[in-house]
């Protein structure tokens, strides 16, 4: 049974660091790309990264290029993102979903394009 289960989160200050985990089972990670997606009170779920499974090839939004990184541990079936220089606006619940195929390229983004997803985790930047 596909299951992912996301956790890490907590409240940091701004300028501070998490490290959220996607655990996966009931699939063989190595055949499918995994995004992580956010939801901040009151908006819609956008896209923050995704990791391919074929190559490893990586994704970001440009809203958080340069200060999370996405990684990949295939013998831990499990995804991380490492945020860092976190900020009041990257407050929301973080989700990780599967991607339908291997590569996420343009569609890595679009929610339509993932079959499942986890239950989320908390993430609260505040002074």
């Known amino acids: 049974q596909v299951q992912l289960v996301e956790s890490g989160g907590g409240l940091v200050q701004p300028g501070g660091s998490l490290r959220l985990s996607c655990a996966a089972s009931g699939f063989n990670l190595d055949y499918y790309a995994i995004g992580w997606f956010r939801q901040a009170p009151g908006k819609g779920r956008e896209g923050v990264s995704c990791i391919s499974s074929s190559d490893g090839s990586t994704y970001y939004a440009d809203s958080v290029k340069g200060r999370f990184t996405i990684s990949r541990d295939n013998a831990k079936n499990t995804v991380y993102l490492q945020m860092n220089s976190l900020k009041p606006e990257d407050t929301a619940v973080y989700y990780c979903?599967?991607?339908?195929?291997?590569?996420?390229?343009?569609?890595?983004?679009?929610?339509?394009?993932?079959?499942?997803w986890g239950q989320g985790t908390q993430v609260t930047v505040s002074s």
């Open positions: 979903a599967r991607h339908q195929m291997e590569e996420g390229g343009n569609s890595w983004s679009s929610l339509v394009e993932y079959d499942y």
